[in-house]
């Protein structure tokens, strides 16, 4: 590939992007970084009721926050005039046509096809329709929208993903392009954007691939180079449910709510459904070097958010405690503490967010877990337990002692113990935690 590589993430900003979105956008961005080429945001707001500003922010901090930074922003709410110049060169061309079906009379053509046994594409009664029928059936008040006239033949192309397809025209509907409230719809307006921003590469789902046939002959119609398009398959759930009902609870705002940390995302996203095993990466440049779109299979890809957290916890654990110096601080930890504390601390979490958990353990103690039947050698230990301050070799000295008054050893001896001062069956060596305690514990 050569830095000649453009590729696009085209949402529609009606709401916030989740995780099948992010395959999209990060399959399209890695091939432009991996080439040097330029990754561009070309927001599809042509439906002005539905898209908002407060999702096309949301969508901006999304990107950033993964570090999915884009070379142009493009919106097609910007381009009409592009898009009229475009739709009268094919008027001119003889390739767009007015129509004035109703949704209930295209419908009723539908279910008599379906019952006759014929597949159900437009038959296109409207086109060659006379100036003087046009006329009647504005008079009648029905108002025109165009389509596309798709040449009959075999579309092919060899897509990145799927491998060779052939799909043929005359199976297809000519596409609406323009509603008659003068909306431009997707399909055309991408092909238009597609051809004049010089677009080489396009990876999105397979339920597009219609689409894409559609849009070859239309670009090609407007003296355009179809772009590469790759098809990756649809996300499900980890049982092979669908999953479009989930992705509300998976955007990715919801995600970094709870603490999935951006590489642990990126890293899981980027080789999901390929035949590359999963691994947590350094960082994007290592991801793009790595990343090829042709590994993909074609089968729906399981996708379980509970898998982003082991990951997580594998990339947060390996944080130097420099980068979480701030956080720590905003604890409340002391300083002559905070590097202790994240070494101490760093083994037992999985999200930053379990810091708050350990520091309030440490700052305020906890309610000691004891059992009925160790209540006695408890207290007795805990009169043993010197003054503070305590130092790493305190549990050591302290459990000598106690084993030596009380005959106690081995797990009888140290579990009631470390219950009775964090209120926890396991977590960090008792001999790192003594230092880091606040406060005395007490029955």
Known sequence: MSSAVTTRFAPSPTGY??????????????IARKAGGTF?????????????????????????????????????????????????ELRGAGRFYECFETPAELDLKRKKQLNMGR?????????GLSDDQKAAARAEGKEGYWRFLLHQNRIEWEDGIIGPISIDAASVSDPVL?????????????????????????????????????QIQ????????????????????????????????????????????????????????????????????ELAAGFDVESFGTAPTEFDPENLFPLTRQYVQGLPFAEVQARIAALGVPADLAEDFWAVAKGNITVLADLEGWWALFRDGAEPLVDEGDR????QALALLPAQPWTRATWGEWTAAVKAATGRKGRDLFRPLRRALTGRDAGPEMAEVMPLLQKRPGL
């Open 17 to 30: 992007i989740h995780v099948g979105n992010l395959r999209t956008a990060l399959m399209n961005y890695l």
């Open 40 to 88: 561009i945001l070309r927001l599809d707001d042509t439906d002005q009721e539905r898209s908002k500003q407060e999702y096309i922010d949301a969508l901006m901090q999304d990107l950033d926050w993964l570090g999915l930074h884009w070379d142009r922003l493009e919106r097609q709410s910007l381009r009409y005039d592009r898009y009229r110049a475009a739709a009268d």
């Open 119 to 127: 597949p159900p594409v437009y038959d296109r009664a409207s086109y």
């Open 178 to 214: 323009i509603r008659a409230d003068g909306q431009v719809l997707y399909t055309f307006a991408s092909s238009v954007d597609d051809v004049e921003m010089g677009v080489t590469h396009i990876v999105r789902g397979a339920d597009h691939v219609t689409n894409t046939a559609t």
């Open 218 to 285: 239309i670009m090609e119609a407007l003296g355009g180079t179809p772009p590469r398009f790759a098809h990756h398959s649809l996300l499900s759930g980890p049982g092979g449910e669908k999953l479009s009902k989930r992705l509300g609870a998976l955007s990715l705002r919801d995600l970094r709510a709870q603490g999935v940390e951006p590489m642990a995302l990126l890293s899981l996203m980027a080789r999901l459904g390929s035949s590359k095993p999963v691994e947590l990466a350094g960082s994007l440049d």
């Open 376 to 379: 006695d050698f408890v207290a």
